[in-house]
T-cell receptor, first 114, second 113 residues
Framework: DTEVTQTPKHLVMGMTNKKSLKCEQH?????MYWYKQKAKKPPELMFV???????INESVPSRFSPECPNSSLLNLHLHALQPEDSALYLC?????????????FGPGTRLTVL | KQEVTQIPAALSVPEGENLVLNCSFT??????LQWFRQDPGKGLTSLLL?????REQTSGRLNASLDKSSGRSTLYIAASQPGDSATYLC????????????FGSGTKLNVKP
């Protein structure tokens, strides 16, 4: 099983809502990532978790809050987002976060903030 | 700061043609370079990973080369097919922070039947 799953596939939310994105993998990977991708742009790294600990936060606004409850699951909690936060949010995982590790990407959650 | 550039931004070819996609990067202190494919509205699929000590990697009709000293990589696709239509992204991982991919903006490929 080389699959990373993400739910929901699409999400529409208002600026006052609180919602969460979910990412799951069962490959035994110990590193998980959140990326944000705007239309026609490359993905931008947001957060990296390594062995369930946050190892990288790319100066992401606090309205995005990541959580890694266990090695298979990664959440991104959203609160008070802005319309410019509308994007495709991609989750990825890799074996251990080492440099030679391939990252496996999920299909993404298409987020629209009204 | 590492910057990755991909040329061309878009490419349209008839089916059966061989083609080359280009990727250049400004800082040669990379750990590896990876080529990804992305279908519209979908996630990324890893195609080939070249470590900095390697010169090329091959998988089926795909061949990726790396010239670290000149900061260039190419992705060669042989006998293109309509199913190859997608956006192709290259990304480098740098020595001092290999958890982070520096992505190019991609080349959008359309293979016409």
């Amino acid at each position: 099983d080389t699959e990373v799953t993400q739910t929901p596939k699409h999400l529409v939310m208002g600026m006052t809502n609180k919602k969460s994105l979910k990412c799951e993998q069962h490959m035994g990977h110990r590193a998980m990532y959140w990326y944000k991708q705007k239309a026609k742009k490359p993905p931008e790294l947001m957060f990296v978790y390594s062995y369930e600990k946050l190892s990288i936060n790319e100066s992401v606004p606090s309205r995005f809050s990541p959580e890694c409850p266990n090695s298979s699951l990664l959440n991104l909690h959203l609160h008070a987002l802005q319309p410019e936060d509308s994007a495709l949010y991609l989750c990825a995982s890799s074996l251990s976060g080492g440099a030679a590790d391939t990252q496996y990407f999920g299909p993404g959650t298409r987020l629209t903030v009204l | 700061k590492q910057e990755v550039t991909q040329i061309p931004a878009a490419l349209s070819v008839p089916e059966g043609e061989n083609l080359v996609l280009n990727c250049s990067f400004t800082d040669s202190a990379i750990y590896n370079l990876q080529w990804f494919r992305q279908d519209p509205g979908k996630g990324l699929t890893s195609l080939l990973l070249i470590q900095s000590s390697q010169r090329e990697q091959t998988s089926g009709r795909l061949n990726a080369s790396l010239d670290k000293s000149s900061g260039r990589s190419t992705l060669y696709i042989a006998a293109s097919q309509p199913g190859d239509s997608a956006t192709y992204l290259c990304a480098v991982q740098i020595l001092r922070n290999f958890n982070k991919f520096y992505f190019g903006s991609g080349t959008k490929l359309n293979v016409k039947p």
